[in-house]
């Protein structure tokens, strides 16, 4: 059963910042690059950020660039999101998946929501002003 968990949303002021976990199971971790995804009311879902297999390598959507900080720990099979700066147009349900495919050494990390599988419930941001 594979499967990854997103949690530690909640509700925070302007400017705060929270850390988001993903724990991840029934899966080799460390074959999969994984990736951060938001989905605001009756907005498409966005990825956020990417990680790839080593942790060496990561990607952000501009918006959130210098703000947003994705790690991952392969022993602990868990990836987080330093989500810092918050503004309200963060505000989203938040999602951990990881990719359908092993990407090769010379690809670039992906954050297309149809480059990924084994979605969660997600966990809800609420960003105040």
């Known amino acids: 059963d594979v499967q990854l968990q997103a949690s530690g949303g909640g509700l925070v002021q302007a400017g705060g910042s929270l850390r988001l976990s993903c724990a991840a199971s029934g899966f080799k971790f460390v074959d999969y690059d994984i990736g951060w995804f938001r989905q605001a009311s009756g907005k498409e879902r966005e990825g956020v950020s990417s990680i790839s297999r080593s942790g060496r390598m990561s990607a952000y959507a501009e918006s959130?660039?210098?703000?947003?900080?994705?790690?991952?720990?392969?022993?602990?099979?868990?990836?987080?999101?330093?989500?810092?700066?918050?503004?309200?147009?963060?505000?989203?349900?938040?999602?951990c998946a990881k990719t359908k495919s092993r990407r090769t050494l010379t690809s670039p990390l992906?954050?297309?929501a149809a480059d990924f599988d084994s979605w969660g419930k997600g966990t809800l941001v609420t960003v105040s002003s």
């Not at 099979?77 to 309200?88: D, E």
């Open 64 to 95: 959130v660039k210098g703000r947003f900080a994705i790690s991952r720990d392969n022993a602990k099979k868990m990836v987080y999101l330093q989500m810092n700066n918050l503004k309200p147009e963060d505000t989203a349900a938040y999602f």
């Open 110 to 112: 992906t954050m297309r």
